[in-house]
């Protein structure tokens, strides 16, 4: 394995490097990498992948994937060598961040008689301290053909990137919930969605009446023009949040209900400071007089679940001066802002 | 009977019955059987989302209406049942909600009637393949609704003191008539919904006559404002932003149906389009779609009067 160069990229504070490996190494090191990821993406162009192994069977110089640590001990500094030292040792903690289809087609290649082993790979490698500007750099600067939808990508990192046990909540797929249910845990499609709108900044982030693509449009128009803030708190946050109020019954409750759960994580993108600094009876206290106000609002059911979702974001997101309100006030402020 | 009787009694009853696929002997949610409800509101609700038979009383013949034009862009309903209508709701309503919905719906009654035979033709001329014929009736409702839907809304605000503002905003300053009072309507009170900021695909696809595709391509192009196409593909399709679709419309039909030659604007040859049937195609169904897009959300703004 062989690092040429590296870069430092300014916008998401992290080092870009780039080299080759060959594709022995590529199966021993990389292609496990892929099998970890639970999430499997469909192939999405047969036609491609059949040329592309027909390719690698002719000597085709594959082009080139991409990998991501997420990672604060290498920066702008770090000597060549030492990346390749580092990667050497840690290449199992990194994930490929485009390019687990070409690994794939190149595994099933590999299989093939008279098979190359000794050809090069290219690769670029980007160490990044935060998963949000990771995530920020895969959604506007896509280098594959045909995109990963936002939503895949934030599967993928939910699968790989994040610790939950180790921040501190539970968190169950739908398909570990037919198993057997964990009381407490977190639906794992909550989180996701949270993530999402967390990083879009909006609330809204899905809609049964869209169709699938035209929705993926816009949320990736929401994710670019959503500028990446220095001081800004990342998604870890709302999660280190969640896990410290979670102690209270009411807390939990309150938290699992998914469109409470994504109105607060955006919320959170603006009031990280304060909200994290809440003690459990504190932003109990918050939701009681939040519930107050919105069962006395009473909006129509034809859209409870959109207003739930709106107005618990208003509430965090503003949090600094509606915590002050009490329940009156804030209802008052609740029909100013849905103009109904 | 003469034939004057015939007129007569042709009139008193209705060409078109609604016909219930869903709820055919279930009778728990019989406000949501259009056989049961006499609802127009009802109706519309069922046309748009593609959840009705349609029986011509005349002819005989019956129309299986399965386009949801409540979904954006279009979705071809495989199978219908109660949960099709439910989905198209916010997640906490239930069908005894909707059943109590529909049974309580009486606003606006003469609105909803006064497009319901419109809309019928529009969807069954599509069916028949009668592209041009849908795209009139779907312009005649545009020119129905233009200037009620927008008093409708307005009316109903619980805060009167901001409708003023809104409707000011909707009359602009010139005067430009009905058509360009709704566009601003649109534009307001839509802006931040998520169809509004999507799209719509022009796809010449559709045109079944290969050859004709480049020529259409161009008369397409002609009539869209640039700001509006976000992208395209010569002679395959052509993005267009939502509220672009809507001067779409109204510029292809004053082009065809037009054909003064002394004014500025360039009406089409009949020569030109040779097939207007296959011209309307990319065109016709976007349009009931875009209508109907609207037309679903002054329905959920009547039902959530209800509580």
Request: net charge neutral; glycine share 2%.
């Amino acid at each position: 394995m062989k690092i040429y160069d590296k870069d430092f990229d300014k916008v998401i504070n992290g080092v870009v490097a780039s080299g080759s490996l060959t594709y022995r190494e590529a199966i021993e090191k990389l292609t496990p990498l892929i099998s970890k990821t639970e999430f499997q993406r469909k192939l999405q162009d047969k036609k491609f992948y059949e040329k592309l192994e027909r390719d690698i069977v002719n000597g085709c110089v594959m082009p080139q994937i991409t990998l991501a640590f997420v990672e604060n001990s290498i920066n702008i500094d770090t000597q060549i060598n030492m990346i390749e030292s580092y990667f050497e040792k840690e290449h199992e903690k990194s994930f490929v961040l485009d390019g687990i289809q070409r690994l794939n087609t190149l595994l099933r290649v590999s299989k093939q008689e008279h098979f190359d082993f000794e050809k090069k790979l290219y690769f670029n490698i980007i160490f990044c301290d935060k998963v949000d500007k990771l995530l920020y750099r895969m959604i506007t600067l896509n280098n594959g053909q045909k995109p990963m939808t936002p939503r895949h990508q934030v599967e993928m990192l939910m699968a790989n990137v994040f610790d939950f046990e180790k921040l501190g909540i539970e968190v169950q797929s739908e398909k570990e919930r037919a198993d057997k249910v964990k009381i407490n845990s977190f639906n794992k499609s909550d989180i996701e969605q949270a993530y999402l709108a967390y990083m879009a900044n909006s609330p809204m982030v899905d809609n049964k009446k869209i169709i699938q693509d035209k929705m993926d449009e816009l949320i990736v128009n929401k994710i670019v023009s959503t500028e990446p803030k220095n001081d800004s708190g990342n998604f870890e946050d709302v999660i280190k949040a969640i896990a410290k109020f979670q102690v209270k019954t009411t807390n939990i409750k309150w938290l699992k209900q998914a469109n409470n759960l994504v109105g607060f994580s955006v919320g959170m993108k603006t009031s990280h400071n304060q909200i994290l600094n809440l003690s459990p009876d504190e932003f109990e206290k918050s939701i009681e007089i939040f519930e107050k106000a919105f069962s006395d609002f009473n909006p129509s059911k034809i859209k409870l679940g959109k207003m739930r979702r709106e107005l618990s974001f208003e509430y965090f997101k503003n949090y600094s001066k509606l915590k002050d309100f009490d329940t009156y006030e804030l209802l008052e402020h609740f029909s100013d802002i849905t103009n109904d | 009977m003469n034939c004057w009787n015939i007129l007569v009694t042709l009139q008193m009853i209705d060409r078109y019955s609604i016909l219930d696929p869903i709820a055919r002997n279930n009778t728990k949610y019989k406000h949501l059987k259009t056989e049961e409800n006499p609802s127009p509101i009802l109706n519309i609700f069922r046309l748009i989302s593609g959840t009705v038979n349609i029986k011509d009383n005349y002819i005989g013949t019956t129309y299986k209406i399965r386009d949801n034009n409540i979904k954006f862009p279009t979705e071809k309903n495989i199978k219908i049942k109660y949960e099709t209508l439910l989905e198209l709701f916010d997640e906490n309503v239930t069908l005894a909600d909707l059943n109590n919905f529909f049974l309580k719906a009486r606003l606006n009654k003469k609105f909803y009637r006064s497009i319901e035979v419109e809309l019928i033709k529009s969807l069954i001329a599509y069916k028949d393949e009668k592209y041009l014929e849908s795209f009139i009736y779907l312009y005649r409702i545009i020119e129905g609704i233009s200037y009620s839907i927008p008093l409708i809304f307005v009316s109903k605000k619980d805060d009167y003191n901001k409708t003023y503002h809104d409707m000011q905003s909707y009359f602009g300053k010139d005067k430009d008539g009905e058509l360009q009072f709704f566009k601003r309507f649109v534009s307001e009170t839509f802006k931040d919904e998520d169809f509004y900021k999507s799209n719509i695909t022009i796809d010449l696809q559709l045109v079944d006559i290969e050859e004709l595709r480049p020529k259409y391509y161009d008369l397409y192009l002609k009539k869209i404002n640039e700001r509006f196409i976000l992208d395209k593909a010569e002679n395959s399709y052509i993005k267009v932003k939502f509220i672009g679709y809507y001067d779409l419309l109204i510029e292809l039909r004053n082009r065809f149906f037009h054909n003064l030659k002394g004014t500025w604007q360039e009406n089409f040859e009949s020569t030109e389009l040779l097939f207007p049937d296959q011209f309307f195609k990319p065109i016709t169904l976007h349009g009931i779609n875009w209508l109907s897009i609207i037309l679903f959300e002054i329905i959920k703004f009547d039902l959530q009067k209800i509580k």
